[in-house]
């Protein structure tokens, strides 16, 4: 148990996949304007992440090692992606209309988003069980959603304030990002 919590805390907080690992940077760069988007959009890589994680595992596990294939992995892993991507666009077209049309062309980019494809080869990297790495994925989306709704929380203060025209835009949100990859680099000292 007190792997899976360290497993965990490192993967959400010490090495989180946006700030330290710089994974899912045009998600968390293109989603962040506001708080309600970038939750959604955390919380649709929460689950792809997860399920990602679960299906891949069992996939190299129980298919590609004892068949010999590993060779494979990187294919297979982006077929299962995209598959749950698509479960998951036609999910909240179905459910969630008005997060559907907010996310817009983000949602469709999960399934390039290099950071579900990172954890996941992390994941047989690594070693993990399957269970390990389910817990290695859900921690990862929870970093990368706790990450995107921070940067959205604080793009949306930002834009009430008298920013000087050469930071206004992109360089203020890229300066944003690089303190709160030095904020995120404190929890380094929980190892």
């Given at each position: 148990?007190?792997?899976?919590?360290?497993?965990?805390?490192?993967?959400?907080?010490?090495?989180?996949?946006?700030?330290?690992?710089?994974?899912?940077?045009?998600p968390?760069?293109?989603v962040?304007?506001?708080?309600?988007?970038?939750?959604?959009?955390?919380?649709?890589?929460?689950?792809?992440?997860?399920?990602?994680?679960?299906?891949?595992?069992?996939?190299?596990q129980?298919?590609?090692?004892?068949?010999h294939?590993?060779?494979?992995?990187?294919i297979?892993?982006?077929l299962?992606?995209?598959?749950?991507?698509?479960?998951v666009?036609?999910?909240?077209?179905?459910?969630?209309?008005?997060?559907?049309?907010?996310?817009?062309?983000?949602?469709?980019?999960?399934?390039?988003?290099c950071?579900?494809?990172?954890?996941?080869i992390?994941?047989?990297?690594?070693?993990?069980?399957?269970?390990?790495?389910?817990?290695?994925?859900?921690?990862?989306?929870v970093?990368?959603?706790?990450?995107?709704?921070?940067?959205?929380?604080?793009?949306?203060?930002?834009?009430?304030?008298?920013?000087?025209?050469?930071?206004?835009?992109?360089?203020?949100?890229?300066?944003?990002?690089?303190?709160?990859?030095?904020?995120?680099?404190?929890?380094?000292?929980?190892?």
């Amino acid at each position: 148990m007190g792997n899976l919590i360290a497993i965990a805390v490192g993967s959400a907080f010490i090495n989180n996949v946006v700030l330290s690992q710089f994974l899912g940077i045009c998600p968390f760069l293109g989603v962040s304007r506001r708080v309600k988007t970038a939750a959604g959009m955390g919380s649709a890589v929460v689950f792809v992440i997860t399920l990602a994680s679960f299906v891949a595992g069992l996939i190299y596990q129980y298919l590609l090692v004892p068949l010999h294939i590993t060779y494979l992995q990187t294919i297979v892993f982006i077929l299962v992606i995209a598959a749950l991507v698509q479960f998951v666009e036609m999910f909240l077209k179905k459910k969630m209309k008005g997060l559907y049309q907010a996310l817009g062309v983000y949602l469709p980019l999960i399934t390039t988003n290099c950071a579900v494809l990172g954890v996941v080869i992390l994941n047989v990297t690594k070693s993990y069980t399957i269970l390990q790495g389910v817990v290695n994925g859900f921690a990862t989306a929870v970093g990368f959603l706790i990450s995107i709704v921070i940067m959205a929380g604080i793009r949306e203060k930002i834009e009430y304030n008298d920013i000087p025209k050469p930071f206004q835009g992109m360089p203020i949100v890229l300066i944003t990002a690089g303190l709160m990859a030095i904020a995120f680099f404190g929890f380094s000292g929980l190892k």
